[in-house]
């Protein structure tokens, strides 16, 4: 039986399994499926895991995720308060960095796997690792270096220091997200993840203009990956688009797979990144929220249509809101299946 | 010699640079161009370029954005005490996050473009509740409640825009009183903004500004 994971590596490999590899990333859905609130279900690795098996098994879709929310990066350096809601993610309530004075007085953690707020995760991903390894990829989200002082000192405070303030506390601030990086993402693969998505709007020139992000993102980006190796990584920016972006980042990383914005023209993705990598056309996910059947019918098949030919290529979502319907996210995943069908064998 | 001025303010702006922008501009007031002039013809046509500029299809990002918002209401906060007669109020507004949100850059920013356009705004900070939206724009004596949400799920929250929107149909007040909302989830979908019961929104906060005063206008008929 073609397993998720044979799906994903004949799409890196340019061959044909039964149908292309489809991500589709249920998070908050999971706390629903156990009937427990987000609070409670993400207090616990157990659930989450069981969360995401469910999810697995009620959609047929083919990676899980050892996320819980984007926050828990904040908690791992040091963020106390954590604001739930019960209708979507829950956000960091209180920065870890409130002036330019707390950087110097910031802590990496010295092991990650050992840290009381990555016990749940580890729980989770031992889990996920017995249960479906090997078979689904499982996935982690990774912030870059670039990106992760948004969360801990807000992304208003992060910009007017990346861009007016005094050169000494940014370059300590990056240098110890750097530091911090680098230690997350050995203890995500240690612990069983696959798949690294690489989180990085500031890599998007969506965010930064184009000279910037090469004088600035990009040397960051360079160092982040020849860090960690690219072995699994997945370049993405947060919803914001890549596009412009893509060659330099391919070139000079050898990251070989791509996360493309809904916004971004997937013609133009898919024609830049052409063999060097796998492309993942992604669908706008907030659409979802009101489209009819019919229309998520024709954007999955818009999508595979651009996509599919020539192979090397994935379907997938942004984080799916709470808010979407079952209904929906079923419908586009019966086309998404449907249209992206290859009758290939699989690796 | 304004053209000049104008053309390195706009370069200094689109640059990401705020310190030079601001010292073109205190160079100008050196020179004799009148504080009024600064804000009316250099600041303000800066901010409708970079409107332009968006609706061109040209690649703005939200750095530019958010030193432009910075730099003019900077040089808006210098130069209006040096004006030869106080400014006239273009319209007066409350602003906050949606309730359960804590993201504050696209507010900042609002802020930052309605103050160079003359907007009394009162800031009300993150997280804010409906009522507090509706008491607070009564006690300002507020035109418009603007709401910046970046996650759905307080975008569209039955305790957020809609509850603001619910509470001033119960009230009488939505002749009186507008909503304009902003931030990622609407940026996504184009008609989300009727759904949580807004009557206007805008794609960034540059553009903000500009629908904001057309707004304000709206209401003031």
Known sequence: MITGMDRLTAAIRGEEADRIPIFCNLLDQGAAELGVSLQDYYARGESVAEGQLRMLRKYGHDNVWSLFYVGKEAELLGCQRILYSAEGPPNVEDFVIHSWDDIARLEVPADIPSHPAFTEVGKCLQILKNEVGGKNPICAYITSTMTLPALLMGMEKWMELLFAGPPGPCEELLRKCHEFFVKEVAAYRQGGADVLIYSNPFGSADTVPMKYFLQRSLPWIEKDIQAVGAGGMVYYCGMARLNSVLSAVIERTGIGACYLSPLDDLAVGKRLIGDRGLTCGVINDIQLISWTRQEIRQEVKRILDVGMPGGRFLFGTGVMPLMIPEASIRAMLEAAFEYGSQGGKGA | ?221
């Open chain 2, 1 to 221: 010699m304004l053209a000049r001025i104008i053309a390195d303010y706009n370069e200094a702006v689109f640059d990401t640079d705020r310190e030079r922008a601001l010292q073109i501009v205190r160079d100008a007031e050196r020179q004799g161009i009148s504080p009024e002039d600064l804000v009316f013809k250099v600041v303000l046509p800066a901010m409708d370029a970079m409107v332009n500029a968006l609706s061109d299809q040209f690649s703005v990002n939200l750095a530019q954005h958010f030193m432009t918002a910075q730099i003019s209401d900077a040089v808006t906060a210098e130069m209006i005490p040096k004006f030869h007669q106080a400014p006239e109020v273009a319209g007066r507004v409350v602003i906050g996050t949606a309730y359960g949100d804590m993201h504050t850059l696209g507010k900042r920013m609002v802020i930052g473009c309605l103050r160079a356009r003359m907007v009394e705004v009162t800031d009300l900070g993150v997280n804010v509740a409906a009522e507090r939206f509706v008491e607070e724009a009564l006690a300002h004596d507020a035109r418009v409640i603007a709401i910046s949400a970046l996650m759905l799920h307080t975008a569209t929250g039955e305790l957020g825009c809609r509850k603001v929107r619910r509470l001033l149909h119960e009230r009488g007040l939505e002749d009186r009183i507008k909503i304009m909302v902003g931030g990622a989830p609407f940026r996504f979908h184009d008609g989300l903004y009727r759904i949580v019961g807004a009557d206007a929104w805008a794609p960034d906060a540059i553009s903000a500004g500009k629908a904001m005063a057309e707004l304000l206008q709206e209401v003031k008929k």
